[in-house]
């Protein structure tokens, strides 16, 4: 039974569809038992680090391992490829090198990286950005879910000291290369024909909480004249968000997570709060539309009668793969075709220290973030060929 068969029952999400899996969450936490366990019986030892992320180690954790994985958190409603395939690819990889009697030359892990969709504490990368340093601790400990629980509450409450959270350099000093496969979020792989791509590069993206205030009034007794509605101000935001994105070539906005003070059908509310993704080429370009974002959302709100307020949540540079790793990896897979991606993947956290290289699934759906995603099994078991192929290059 595939690894993926094994976990398909694990935080399905009846009422969205797809699956719902996050930090800490019954089924996280189901998830991460049966990695263990699946770790274990492959031979590897499974460590946990002071940001929640697992690490299943083949041999001693030792300098310059060629490291493997992605993450096993979702989106809400999310599908059933983005990240698990990733970690049993690299988990059923590991399997085949060692059942063959291969002795790699240099330490190895299968790595899961915590809360990469960011659903619960609202920073994608979270499990990455802490190990790296490229999100503040103390920032970090502040976070909180939709429960009003911080991540230093969630973490105590898991058995991950909210003190020790932060940059990790003993465990990020032992990564020599990071290696992540990724079922595609797009259709590049469908119109190229191919199961396999390697990842040129990532998109530079950030998120942005958006406020709109206005005046909480009675939905019947105040005249329309008379109105300071921020749902109105934010639905014109949600419009000139688009429009400013779909003026410029290969630029993406997305507003989303809809928060509504006081929530009700006779309620004029007093304030939405809405959330903004942007991504575009590179960090400039990304940082020019967001800069022509909040410009139009402020005449809207303006012209609305309410007031705006805008603060940055997460941020990551556009990403290049190293060109040497990529023919490496291309060159181990007899050559396969190269796609750029507009998704963020932990690998981009990684690459901003590490050499990093990531391998693309075909998805013939094309759909990702929603039960639509999909990977045909001939592709999966050319995923975990792929990877198994690339270990005995790197190891
Ligand atoms: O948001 C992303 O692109 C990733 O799936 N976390
Ligand atoms: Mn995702
Ligand atoms: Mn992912
Ligand atoms: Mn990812």
Do not use: K
Not at 1 to 26: C, F, Q, T, V
Not at 259 to 272: D, E, K, L, Q, Y
Not at 351 to 361: E, G, L
């Amino acid at each position: 039974m595939s690894g993926l068969d094994e976990i398909a029952d694990i935080g399905r999400d009846p009422r969205r569809g797809g699956y719902s899996r996050h930090l800490w969450d019954a089924a996280d936490l189901e998830l991460r038992d049966w990695f263990v366990a699946r770790a274990e019986s492959t031979g590897l030892d499974v460590e946990r680090d002071r940001n929640g992320n697992l690490w299943a180690w083949w041999g001693a954790p030792g300098p310059d391992a060629v490291v493997v994985g992605s993450h096993l958190d979702s989106v809400p409603g999310g599908g059933e490829y983005d990240g698990p395939l990733g970690v049993v690819s690299a988990l059923d990889a590991v399997a085949l090198l060692r059942s063959s009697g291969f002795v790699p030359s240099r330490p190895c892990a299968v790595v899961v990286f915590a809360e990469e969709e960011g659903s619960r504490f609202g920073v994608a990368c979270l499990g990455s950005r802490l190990l790296t340093g490229a999100l503040d601790a103390a920032r970090a400990r502040r976070l909180v879910d939709a429960d009003g629980v911080t991540l230093a509450e969630a973490a105590d409450a898991h058995g991950v000291p909210a003190r020790h959270l932060g940059a990790d350099e003993r465990a990020l000093g032992r990564i020599g290369i990071f290696l992540e496969l990724h079922v595609e979020q797009g259709r590049g792989l469908v119109d190229v024909d191919g199961p396999l791509a390697v990842a040129s590069g990532i998109l530079a993206h950030g998120r942005w909480r958006i406020g709109f205030r206005g005046e909480g009034n009675h939905a019947g007794a105040t005249r329309m004249a008379d109105r300071r509605d921020p749902m109105v101000a934010a639905a014109r935001g949600v419009v000139a968000a688009r429009d400013a994105a779909a003026a410029r070539p290969g630029a993406r906005a997305t507003v989303g997570r809809i928060g509504v003070v006081p929530g009700g059908t006779n309620v004029i509310p007093s304030a939405v709060t809405t959330w903004l993704d942007a991504r575009s080429g590179d960090d400039e370009e990304t940082r020019a539309l967001v800069a022509e974002i909040e410009e139009r959302m402020r005449d809207v709100a303006a012209a609305e009668g309410c007031e705006l307020v805008i603060a940055e949540e997460s941020w990551s540079s556009a990403v290049t793969f190293p060109a040497d790793l990529r023919e490496r990896v291309s060159a181990a897979l007899g050559g396969i075709p190269e796609l750029g991606t507009g998704a963020g993947h932990d690998a981009g956290v990684l690459s901003a220290h590490v050499p990093t290289a990531m391998v693309f699934v075909r998805n013939p759906s094309g759909v990702s973030h929603a039960p639509e995603e999909y990977a045909e099994l001939d592709d999966c078991i050319a995923g975990v060929v792929a990877v198994e192929r690339i270990l005995r290059e790197l190891l």
